[in-house]
């Protein structure tokens, strides 16, 4: 079945570390997307990407950091500069837009991060 | 900036009863319109959306929507409410051309009590 796989489903971090959640799509999808979603405030976007090699900051980017060396994968590192990082992480991906307007994004089922 | 608003943050209401639950936007131009649904315990799943034509759109499990651009607006319909239909809803929003991810609204928790 295609969809979205986020790994792990649910991560802590000490004080001072780098995590790295894994997301990863089968849909064959050019874009791909990071959310955060905090109680009472929806989803935030973190990073998006449209296609492999390139990278955009969402609204909320500072403490984050992305790559995307693959299509089919685009991990997202939480740094120690991210003074509040414990949330619900989503990842998204839709079909690009060239002829693809029309796309919903979909989501996968989400890393929940909480620190020590 | 663009933003998604939702006015109701916890609705609580009995089977059968009707709902609807409001979305605003702030976007100029051409807009994309979303309602999600994350039922407890579930990914986000895509209810119904809007892109052009006919403003009263169709989504599943009997949930619908109207578009009114007059009033920036993308409301959320159920004629009768179940049980199942407990969950926290999304309105989403996002411009035709350029940037594409979503701007979301911060969401309605729906409780259904039978």
């Known amino acids: 079945d295609g969809g979205i796989t986020q790994s792990p489903k649910y991560l802590f971090r000490k004080e001072g570390q780098n995590v790295t959640l894994s997301c990863e799509q089968n849909l064959n999808h050019d874009a791909m997307y990071w959310y955060r979603q905090d109680p009472g405030q929806g989803l935030r976007l973190i990073y998006y990407?449209?296609?492999?090699?390139?990278?955009q900051k969402g609204d909320i980017a500072e403490g984050y950091s992305v790559s995307r060396e693959k299509k089919e994968s685009f991990p997202l590192t939480v740094t120690s500069a991210q003074k509040n990082p414990t949330a619900f992480y989503l990842c998204?991906?839709?079909?690009?837009?060239?002829?693809?307007?029309?796309?919903?994004?979909?989501f996968g089922d989400g890393t929940r991060l909480s620190i020590l | 900036a663009q933003s998604v608003s939702q006015h109701n943050h916890h609705v609580i209401l009995s089977e059968a009863a009707s709902l609807e639950l409001g979305c605003n936007y702030s976007y100029g131009g051409t807009v994309n319109l979303f309602w999600y649904v994350q039922y407890p315990g579930q990914h986000l799943q895509l209810l119904l959306k809007y892109f052009s034509g006919d403003p009263l759109v169709k989504g599943i499990k009997g949930f619908e929507a109207e578009f009114i651009k007059s009033k920036f607006s993308f409301n959320l319909r159920k004629p009768s409410v179940q049980w199942s239909d407990t969950a926290e809803y999304f309105c989403a929003a996002r411009r035709d051309t350029g940037r594409r991810a979503l701007t979301f609204g911060s969401g309605t928790r729906l409780q259904v009590q039978p």
């Open positions: 998204a991906s839709s079909a690009s837009l060239e002829g693809s307007s029309n796309q919903p994004q979909h």
């Open positions: 990407s449209q296609i492999v090699n390139d990278f």
